[in-house]
C-alpha cells in the first residue's frame, strides 16, 4: 500500500511522521510525504527513500483577517494540487500529524475517498485534528484519555474512534535508554542517596526549544546562583543565543557549557539527572522514554495552553513537576533545590515510561488492520 503523510514545519509533528514512514516501509509500504519544504522536513526524511511534495500553507489562528483570507484561499488551492498528489501516486491512505496543512490534503482525500487518519502529540486536540475528526477513520493520541477529558477540548465524537498509542519517538531515544536497577528496599534507597550526596555532584540539561528559548535562556542561568551543590549544567541555547548565555553563567560564576543546538540530544539527557524543558508533547516523551524527569516550563502563548496540560500529564504520572512564567523565578529556584536535596530526580529515574516504545508498531498495525478489512475502499 502506498501513503500519504503530511505534516510541517515543528519537530512535533514532523518526528512523527519521519518515525511512522520507517515503520511503514518497514512492512513493505511506500510513502510519500506532503510539508511545506522547510529544513526540518528535509533533514528528518532525508534517509528515507521518498517524495517530499511542498505546498505553501501558513497557520490559520492567531493570523489578522487579512492574513486568514490568505490562507483560506491557499487552501482552497492546496486542495485540487492534494487531489492532483493523490491520484498520480496512487496513495491508497492518507495519515495527518496536525497542523494547519493537514486540513486541504484530509479534504482532498474525503473527495477522493481516500481513509484519513489522524495523530495527536499533545493532550489538548488541535484545531486541524479537530476539524478532520470528523472524517477521520481512528485519531491516534499521545496521551491517555483522563488528561484529555480533563483539558475539556474533546469534540463530539472523538473518543469513539479513536485510540491512545502514546507518541511515536526516534529509534535513538528507544535503543539508548537506560536499564536502571532498583533499589531493593529503603536501605539500599539511601544508600545510593548517601554516595551522591558524597560525590556531590549534580548534572542538569537545559533545552528551551525551537520557539521558545528566550525566558529560560535570560532567567534560568540565574537561578543556580549561591546553591551549595556542585552543580553542572549543558544548556541548549538556541540559534543567535550562545554568547549571551554565556555571559550571564560566566557572570553567576557556574559551570556550564553552553551550545546553540546539540546533534545528539539523546547523550544530554543520559548525562544528566534531570532535564529542564517546555513543554512540547514529543520533548516530554522522548526525554521521559530515556527514564529521566523534567522540570516543565510551559510556552504561555501555546496555543490552547497545550503545553500547560501536556505538563500536568507529566505531573500525575509522577515524572516531573511544572513551573509556570506567571510565577516569580524564586519559587522556580525553590524547586529545583528541592529536587536536588531530596533526590525526587531518583524516583523519576525508576518510573519506566513505555507508552511510546511501541507506539509506531501499534499505530502501523492498526492502519494495516482497518485497510485490509475495507480493501474496497
Request: charged content about 25%.
Amino acid at each position: 500500500m502506498k501513503f500519504l503523510l503530511v505534516a510541517a514545519k515543528t519537530g512535533g509533528h514532523v518526528f512523527p511522521a519521519s518515525v511512522i514512514g520507517k515503520e511503514l516501509t518497514k512492512n513493505n509500504h511506500e510513502v510519500i510525504f506532503i510539508g511545506t519544504g522547510s529544513e526540518i522536513e528535509k533533514n528528518a526524511y532525508h534517509d528515507l527513500d521518498s517524495k517530499l511534495y511542498e505546498l505553501s500553507m501558513e497557520g490559520f489562528r492567531g493570523s489578522n483577517l487579512i492574513k486568514k483570507l490568505q490562507v483560506l484561499f491557499q487552501a482552497f488551492i492546496n486542495v485540487f494540487r492534494a487531489i492532483q498528489i493523490i491520484k498520480k501516486e496512487k496513495i491508497n491512505a492518507m495519515i495527518g500529524f496536525g497542523g494547519f496543512i493537514t486540513v486541504p490534503v484530509g479534504i482532498a482525500c474525503w473527495i477522493t475517498r481516500k481513509p484519513i487518519f489522524t495523530h495527536e502529540q499533545n493532550v489538548v486536540i488541535g484545531s486541524a485534528n479537530k476539524l478532520l475528526s470528523r472524517i477521520s477513520k481512528i485519531t491516534f493520541h499521545a496521551f491517555p484519555y483522563i488528561d484529555m477529558y480533563d483539558s475539556g477540548h474533546i469534540p463530539r465524537g472523538y473518543l469513539g474512534k479513536s485510540i491512545f498509542t502514546g507518541n511515536p519517538v526516534r529509534e535513538s531515544f528507544i535503543d539508548q535508554r537506560e536499564e536502571i536497577y532498583f533499589p531493593s528496599g529503603p536501605e539500599e534507597l539511601d544508600n545510593i542517596k548517601k554516595s551522591i550526596d558524597e560525590k556531590n555532584q549534580y548534572k542538569i540539561y537545559i533545552t528551551g526549544g525551537s520557539q521558545g528559548s528566550e525566558y529560560i535562556n535570560k532567567y534560568v542561568p540565574k537561578i543556580f546562583k549561591d546553591f551549595s551543590n556542585n552543580i553542572k549544567i549543558k544548556h541548549q541555547c538556541g540559534k543567535n543565543n550562545l554568547q549571551e548565555v554565556r555571559n550571564i553563567y560566566l557572570k553567576e560564576g557556574i559551570d556550564a557549557e553552553v551550545s546553540e543546538f546539540y546533534q545528539n540530544p539523546v547523550e544530554q539527557i543520559l548525562w544528566s539527572d534531570f532535564v529542564i524543558s517546555r513543554g512540547g508533547a514529543l520533548s516530554l516523551s522522548e526525554v521521559t522514554t530515556l527514564r529521566r524527569g523534567l522540570v516543565i516550563i510551559p510556552l504561555p502563548t501555546s496555543v490552547d495552553n497545550h503545553q500547560v496540560e501536556n505538563a500536568k500529564s507529566i505531573e500525575r504520572e509522577g515524572k516531573g513537576i511544572m513551573h509556570e512564567q506567571k510565577d516569580h523565578i524564586n519559587k522556580l529556584k525553590e524547586k529545583i533545590k528541592s529536587i536536588i536535596e531530596n533526590k525526587t530526580y531518583l524516583k523519576w529515574m525508576y518510573l519506566r515510561n513505555t507508552s511510546h516504545i511501541e507506539s509506531s508498531k501499534k499505530i502501523v498495525k492498526h492502519l494495516e488492520t482497518y485497510l485490509n478489512k475495507n480493501e474496497t475502499l
